[in-house]
């Protein structure tokens, strides 16, 4: 396989290569942003309605990786919107997935970064600051673990605890 290769293959495509190395989930989320696939080492956080920890972490440089942020399944608020996402795209992070909602939509599927989440609403949540980082995240029934590595695509959400596209 190419560097590359996973910018090239499917989900579906790695999941006949590598069916040992890899779980794969239909996907709960909705997409929202410009980059429907993405893939990259996987970052976690809690943040029941907060967008602080959210906004603190895209302004950490990304380097290539998802951010997997479980702001408990509210409906009430929006945790993302086209702020953070800008803030997320320029230090280089691959994408977002929310156990939450968005707001901004049409500026979200503008920017060139990968965001799932439950819903949208308008109403932004809250900047308190307050969640835990690295914390074993399930969404769904998918256990997202930090370091471990997700893949995402129209066919779902594949997760590895090795980097499936450097092998």
Known sequence: MEADSAAVLSTSDLADSRPDDVEGYASPFRSYGGRRAFHGPIATVTCFEDAGPIRDYLSEPGRGRVLVADAGGSRRVAVLGDRM???????GWAGVILNGNVRDCDTLAALDVG???LGAVPVRGGL????????DVVIAGISFRAGGY???D????LLSHAALHEQ
Do not use: I, K, S, T
């Open 85 to 91: 996402a800008q803030l997320g795209v320029g230090n």
């Open 115 to 117: 965001v799932l989440a």
């Open 128 to 135: 308190y600051g307050q969640g835990e980082r690295d914390a």
């Open 150 to 152: 997700v893949y995402v």
């Open 154 to 157: 129209a066919d779902g959400l």
